[in-house]
């Protein structure tokens, strides 16, 4: 079956500006995951969504991050007035229920670039 | 603040012969530890867990063991096979109350050679 996908895989942009990031879970999980690994850096957590609960926004680093669920399945990332230090990969991930336990399917990323 | 530690960027192994991936953690209450595989333009890949009640867990020519009192876990591969390049990533969670979050380490390039 069909794997999380993300789009775009690159994306280049200019500081200052506004980027999103989407991300299709696979069908059916209810729990979703956002990280992001910059350069020499693990994977960072940025938020989670579990079904219709409120997300867990902990691990947003600014204010100029936000994300969203729509219907419980597509998300985007959005990240406005991007800084150079925004740069990374985006990975997103979905498990069958936010749980422990609970394998986290993950995307192939989107290669953020801020010039 | 890294939480979880992986304190070789890089590893090499000859073929056949045994990989020993090590992590290390600081904070005590991770209680679930899995271990992601991932090849380059890829995502991570689940490759097997260990709850902090087990000290071993195997699968296949996969083995971790998690030392809780020294706060430090290992994989093992044996034998090792030069499909096993990758990058390998260590990474942790705390309890079942806020989902499944996971702290990663910063990874271990495993690349094993013929």
């Known amino acids: 079956g069909a794997g999380v996908s993300q789009s775009p895989s690159n994306k280049v942009t200019e500081k200052g500006k506004d980027v999103e990031l989407r991300c299709d879970p696979i069908s059916g999980h209810t729990a979703l995951y956002w990280y992001r690994q910059s350069l020499g850096q693990g994977l960072e957590f940025l938020i989670y969504?579990?079904?219709?609960?409120?997300?867990?926004k902990s691990g947003l680093p600014s204010d100029r991050f936000s994300a969203e669920r729509t219907g419980g399945s597509v998300s985007t990332l959005t990240i406005q007035r991007t800084q150079q230090e925004d740069s990374a990969v985006y990975l997103c991930?979905?498990?069958?229920?936010?749980?422990?336990?609970?394998?986290?399917?993950f995307g192939p990323g989107t290669r953020l670039t801020v010039l | 603040d890294q939480q979880v530690k992986q304190n070789s960027p890089s590893l090499s192994v000859q073929e056949g012969r045994i990989s020993i991936l090590n992590c290390d953690y600081t904070n005590s209450m991770f209680d679930y530890f899995l271990w992601y595989k991932k090849y380059p333009a890829e995502g991570p890949t689940f490759l097997i867990s260990?709850?902090?009640?087990?000290d071993k867990n195997e699968d296949g020519r996969f083995t971790v063991f998690l030392n809780k009192s020294a706060k430090h876990l290992s994989l093992h591969i044996v034998p090792s096979q030069p499909g096993d390049s990758a990058v390998y990533f260590c990474a942790a969670s705390a309890g079942t109350g806020g989902g499944n979050k996971l702290t990663f380490g910063t990874g271990t390039q495993l690349k094993v050679e013929l």
């Open positions: 969504f579990q079904g219709n609960s409120a997300p867990d």
């Open positions: 991930a979905s498990s069958r229920a936010g749980t422990l336990y609970n394998e986290q399917f």
């Open positions: 260990i709850s902090s009640i087990k």
